[in-house]
C-alpha cells in the first residue's frame, strides 16, 4: 500500500518534491495539493492522475485518503500546517524552516508532545547528502578521535538585492547549524559574529562576508565563513578537526581536466545542482519511515534548536558580542 | 502499469537485481524466476508475494504474465535464454557476457534483425557510471576536442586461483572494452597484448599484469593496463587525451583525511561498490525505455562486437603480435 | 669581496646557519663565532679555517674584520646583541625573536632610527618559502581581487612537557603573525583568543588547541587554528579568501602514492623539513642585500608589531576578551 | 680552491650554465669560454672579471688554467670537444646528447675507458629534479615492492615548423629514455612505437602525438605518451606500478585555486621554468664531485645506451615493428 501524499504549496520545490515522490521514489503517491494559486496547483499535478486539487491547505490536512502532508509552502505560513497536521494526528514533512520564529517552532514542540507521538520531519537535506554521510561515518567511528573543531564555508556566487544581512543566517547558515549539530551530536551555547572587510560584489546594505563563531556544551567550537557574493561558485566547505586527525567533506564529484594551462576539476555555480540527491534521499527515508509510524530524520526539536541558534547569531550580528544560547535538555521524547 | 519481469538465474547478481526491480526501482515488478537451484529461487522470492518459482528459464520466458526477461544465469547460458526471449518477442535483459563466443553472440544479432526488433540489452554497466557519464559529457561536447589516445587502468587486489591469463579479457578488459567503444563512439581494428614482469603475488599459472593495446577505426589508441593483484585497491582509471586537453574519470567519493603522517582519501577494496549505483540507473533506464518499447543501452550489436574484440585480445596474448579486428560496418538496424 | 660575518650563538640553528653561509651560500664567509659554551663554539668552527672563537657576543660586534653580525643565541639575550651591533653600526641578522618583550622591540627600534640606517633583519623565514611566495604574488596581482579574510592553520604532531599555553603565541602564531601581515600588507588592531574542547593528547597544563582571530586595520579577519598536539602531521595551513576566488598554500611537494587501500601523500612529522630551504634563501638575500648596504627582509619594526600583537594575544587567552592593539602608523624610516 | 671552468658554446644553456657557476653555485668560476660567434662570448661574460676569450673550443681545453670543461655547443659539436677533453685528461660536462649518433657516443666510452679514468658527465638535469629523486627514493625503498610498469607522458604546448618526427624521440623522449633507466636500474631491450590518430593542431609533416613502447632487460615495460602540441601545458608525467602500490611524480608546486567555477591548480606552459631547479643541482653536484675527482652524475655510458635506445626507437617510428635494442652488459668500468 502506498503512502498517499498530499502537498501544501506548489511552488519551485514544491513541484520538485511533488515528482520525486510520484516519478522517482517508492512507496508512495500524490493524491491531493493546494496551493494560494490554485491554477499553478492544477498545472503541477496535470499528468498525475490520481491527484486532486484542495482549496484550502486545512483541506488538504483533512482529507480522509491522505495519510501524511508535505509542507512546502512560503516558511511564514509552515508553522500553521504542521500544527494542523499535529492536530489531525498525521505525518507531516515540512520544508526548512520549521517556523520563522523560535517561539514559533516552540509551539510546535510542545503540541507534538503534546499529542504523544513524532509526527514531524523538517527538510533539513543535508543530512542526506552522500558526503555529510561519509564524514558523519568517520566522525561517529572514532577514526579522528573526538571532533575539537569545525571549519564551514558556505559560499554562493551572488545574491540579489532582495537578501538581507540577517538573511546570511536564517536562509544560509541555518543548514550549517543544523548538519554540524548532527555530525557532532553536540548542541550550541553561545554565538558570535565577525564582519571582516566587505566585498565590493555584495549591494551596499549587505554585511558579506560574514563569519559565525558557535561554541557547543562539550567546549567545540565551530566557526562558518559565509560569503554570498563569492562570484567564483557555489561552495561548500567542512573540516572536523580530531583528537587524532582531520576529516574533509569530499568535494562534488567532476572530471579532472587538464586545459588551458589549468589542472583541477569544475565548481558547481547552480546551488540546486549541490544537494539534488539529498533531497531523493531524504524523502525515500521520509516515506519508509513514515510507513514504519516512525520519524528518523531532523525531528521538530532539531528545527526549533536551529531556530533559537539563528535568533542567537542574528543578535550576535548587531550587538558584536558573543551571545549566549540557553542550553535545554533535550526531552526524553525526542531521543 | 508495472513492467511484469522474469529472472533467470538468482545467483549473487539476479539476487541484487531482483530486489533493486522489486523494491527500488520504479516501474517494474518480479512476477516469475528460475534457477537450476530451485530451492535458491523460492528462497530469494520469499518476501515478494506476487513473484513464483517456474521451472525453467524457457517457462519464465513463455509465461503469459511476463512482459521481459532479466537473465543473470551463467555465462554459457545466456544465448539459449536470449534467443528464446526473442524468439517470444519479449525484451531481455543480459547480463554480460551476451554469448561466450563472438559466433554466438552473432547468432543473436541475427535472431534480433530477423524478427525486426530491438530486443536485447546487455549489462554492461560502467556506462551508467556517474563518473563515466560525465566523462562522456566532456569528449561530446568538444571541451578537449577530438580524441586521440585513452589510458585505462582496471586493477584489483587479488584474484583466486581459478582466475586464467584469458580472463583478465574476458572478465576483466571485457568493461573497458565496451565503455571506451562506447566513450568514443568508434570501432576496434586491431589488438596487441604486452606482458610485463610478473607480479610476485600471483599465482604461477597467470600473466599478471598485462597491458592492452587497441586501435580504432578512426586511429585511436586506447591502452589498458589490467593488474588483477594490484594489492592496494580495486581502482579504475580512465583518462582521455584530446587535441585541447585531458579529462580523466573522477576518483570515487571518499572522506579527505589528515592521519598518520597521511594526507588523501581512501580507495575502495571491494569491487562490488564500486559501480553499484550503476546497477540501479542502468536497471532504472532499462525499464524506463522498455516500457517504451525501446532499446538504449548496449545492444547486442555492442555485445558482439566487444565478443569479437575479446577473441581478438586473448588470440594476442599468445601471439605476441598485432591481431587484425574485422572491421564491420554497425548495420543500420543498430544506430 | 666576500661578507664577513661574525655569529653569536653556535646552537642548533646557529650551527646550520654557519654551515649554509660557509658552504652553501655564496658571497659570505664565517670570520668569528662565539658561544656561551665556548668549546660548543670552537667544535662547530673546526673544519672552517678562515674563522675564530671570539670570547663575547660583544667582541664579535667590535671585531674589526667583521662586516655584519648573525644573532643565534637564546631569545633573552637577542635585544643585548642586537642594540650592540646597530651602536656599532653594522649590519644585523637576528634570529625570532627580536625581542622577548614588545618594549625591547621598541628600543631597537628606536636606536636603529636614532642612527639613521637600516641594520636589522628579524629570522622570519616564511616570508622566503617558495609555497607563501607563490601565494604572496596570486593575493597581490589581483587575481583573486581585494583579500577580506585569511584561514590559517598551524599543527605540529606534539609538544614536550616545557611548553606552556602562551608558547601557543610567542613560538608558533608568531610566525602567522609576521607571514600574514606581510601577505596582506596590513597591520593588526584586535585579538581574540578562543579555547576549544581541550585533546587528550595534550598535558593538563596546556590548552590545545586554541583558534586565534586577529583583526586588522583595514577590517580584514585572520583565524589560525593553532594545534601542538595534532598527532597526524607537521601542518601548515593557510587559505586567502578574496572578492573573486581564493587563494591556498600549496602542500610540500611529495610523491602520490596509491598503497595500503589509501591514496594520497605523505605529511611530514617533523617541522625541520619544512621549511630547510626557506632559510637558504633567507640568509642568501640577506646577504646579497646586506652586501648592498640594504635591508629587504622582515625590519625591526616588523619584529616591534609582531611583538606587539603578541603581546595582545596573550592578554586574550587569560581575558576571553577581545583585546585591543594600538595602531601606529608605520616611519617612514620603514617604508 | 675553486674550480676553474671553461665553456664552449654561450649560446642560450651556454649562458645560463656561467651564470649559474659563476654567481649562484659554490666552488666554481669561470675563466675561459668560446663560441664560433665570439661576439657573443664576449657579450656573455662582461661583468665576468676573471674570464677571458678563447678563439676555439680547443684553446679552452686546453687553457692551463681550466681544470674543467662545459660543453654548450650544438649537438653536432659535442663529441669532438668531449673527445678533446678525454685526451686532455680533464674532467667535461656535456650538455645532451653527448653525441648524435649511437657510433659517436661509443667512441667516447671507448676513448674514456682507454684513458682509464671517468672525466664525462652528460646533462641529463631530470636525475636532479627534486620530484624524479622523490620517486625514486620510493622505488629504491621498496615501498611500492618491485616495478612492473612505467607510465609516461610528455606534453609540449607546441612546436615549431622545424619540428621533424624523429625529433619526438632524440629532442623530447630522450630525457624519458635517460631517466627511466636510472630509475628503475635496468636497461632496454626492445623499443616499439604506436602512431595514434594525429591532432589537427600539428604541422602536417609531424606525426604527434606518438607512444612509445619500451621493454626492459627486466621484462619491465615503459610506456611513454609524447605529444608536442599538446595546447594546454608543458606537463610531465610518470607513474610507477609497483608490485604493492603506485607511485606517481609529483606535480610541480602551485596555489591552490578556488576561481571562475573551477579549482585546481596552474600548469607550467614554459619547459624552461620545469626543471629550471635541476639545472642548479646538477651543475652543483657536478661541481662538488668533479672538485673530488669523481663522476656521480650521468656517465657517457648513460649517454650512449640513450643513443642506442633512441636509434630502435626512430627505426620503430618507420617500422611499426617491435626493434630489438641489442643488450651490452654494463662495464665494470662504469659500475
Ligand atoms: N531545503 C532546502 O534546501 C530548500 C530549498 C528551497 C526551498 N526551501 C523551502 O521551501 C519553501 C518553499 O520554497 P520555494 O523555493 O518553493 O518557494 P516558492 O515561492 O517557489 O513556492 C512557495 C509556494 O507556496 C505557495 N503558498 C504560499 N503561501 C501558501 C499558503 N498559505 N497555502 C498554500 N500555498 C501557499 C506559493 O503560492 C508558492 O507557489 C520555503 O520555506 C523554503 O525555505 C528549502
Ligand atoms: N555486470 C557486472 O559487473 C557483473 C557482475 C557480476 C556478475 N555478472 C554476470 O552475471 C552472471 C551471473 O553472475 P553471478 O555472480 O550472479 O553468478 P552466480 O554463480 O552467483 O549465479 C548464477 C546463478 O545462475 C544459476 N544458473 C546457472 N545455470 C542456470 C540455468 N541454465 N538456468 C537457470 N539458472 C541457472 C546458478 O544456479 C546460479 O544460482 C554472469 O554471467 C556474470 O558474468 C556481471
Ligand atoms: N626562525 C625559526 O624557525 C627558528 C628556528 C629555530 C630557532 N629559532 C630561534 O633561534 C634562537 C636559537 O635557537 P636554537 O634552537 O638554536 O637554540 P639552542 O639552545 O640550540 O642554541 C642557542 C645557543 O645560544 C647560546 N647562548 C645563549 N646565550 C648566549 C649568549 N649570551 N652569548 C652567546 N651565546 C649564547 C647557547 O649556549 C646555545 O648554544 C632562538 O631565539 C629561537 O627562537 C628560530
Ligand atoms: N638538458 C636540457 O634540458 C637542455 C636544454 C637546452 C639545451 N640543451 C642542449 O644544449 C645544447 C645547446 O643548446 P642551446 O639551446 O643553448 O642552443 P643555442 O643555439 O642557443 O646555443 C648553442 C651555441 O653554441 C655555439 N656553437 C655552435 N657550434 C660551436 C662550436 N663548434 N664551437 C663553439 N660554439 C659553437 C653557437 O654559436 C650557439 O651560440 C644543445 O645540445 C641542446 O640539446 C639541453
Not at 517508492?26 to 496551493?35: P, S
Not at 482529507?63 to 512560503?74: G, L
Not at 571582516?196 to 556544551?217: G, Y
Request: glycine share 8%; hydrophobic share 40%.
Amino acid at each position: 500500500m502506498a503512502l498517499r501524499v498530499g502537498v501544501i504549496g506548489t511552488g519551485a520545490i514544491g513541484e520538485e518534491h511533488i515528482r520525486r515522490i510520484q516519478f522517482k521514489l517508492v512507496g508512495a503517491e500524490i493524491v491531493a495539493v493546494t496551493d494560494v494559486n490554485l491554477e499553478r496547483a492544477a498545472e503541477v499535478i496535470k499528468d498525475i492522475p490520481g491527484a486532486r486539487v484542495e482549496k484550502t491547505g486545512q483541506a488538504v490536512i483533512e482529507a480522509a485518503d491522505v495519510d501524511a502532508i508535505v509542507v512546502t509552502s512560503w516558511g511564514a505560513t509552515h508553522e500553521e500546517y504542521v500544527l494542523g497536521s499535529i492536530a489531525a494526528g498525521k505525518p507531516v514533512f515540512c520544508e526548512k524552516p520549521l517556523a520563522t520564529t523560535a517561539a514559533g517552532a516552540k509551539r510546535i514542540v510542545d503540541a507534538e508532545m503534546a499529542a504523544g507521538k513524532k509526527l514531524v520531519q523538517v527538510g533539513f537535506m543535508r543530512r542526506y547528502d552522500s558526503g555529510y554521510r561519509m564524514l558523519k561515518e568517520v566522525v561517529d567511528n572514532g577514526s579522528i578521535g573526538d571532533s575539537l573543531i569545525v571549519h564551514c564555508a558556505h559560499r554562493n556566487p551572488e545574491v540579489g538585492e532582495s537578501y538581507m544581512t540577517d538573511m546570511a543566517i536564517h536562509d544560509t547558515v541555518i543548514h550549517e547549524i543544523d548538519v554540524i549539530r548532527w555530525l557532532l551530536n553536540d548542541d550550541y551555547v553561545s554565538a558570535q559574529v565577525l564582519m571582516p572587510k566587505k566585498t565590493k560584489n555584495a549591494f551596499s546594505h549587505l554585511s558579506d562576508p560574514q563569519i559565525v563563531l558557535l561554541e557547543t556544551a562539550e567546549g567545540r567550537r565551530v566557526d562558518v565563513e559565509v560569503f554570498v557574493n563569492a562570484k567564483y561558485g557555489y561552495d561548500i566547505q567542512c573540516e572536523v578537526v580530531g583528537e587524532e586527525g582531520i576529516a574533509r567533506l569530499p568535494e562534488p564529484q567532476s572530471v579532472v581536466m587538464r586545459k588551458d594551462a589549468k589542472y583541477g576539476t569544475n565548481i558547481l555555480m547552480d546551488w540546486k545542482k549541490r544537494f539534488i540527491d539529498s533531497y531523493d534521499v531524504e524523502l525515500q527515508e521520509w516515506i519508509d519511515s513514515t510507513a514504519k509510524g516512525e520519524v528518523d530524520g531532523p525531528t521538530s526539536w532539531d528545527g526549533y534548536r536551529a531556530a533559537v541558534t539563528a535568533d542567537a547569531c542574528v543578535k550576535a550580528q548587531t550587538s558584536g558580542a558573543i551571545e549566549a544560547i540557553p542550553a535545554e535538555p533535550k526531552p526524553d521524547f525526542y531521543k
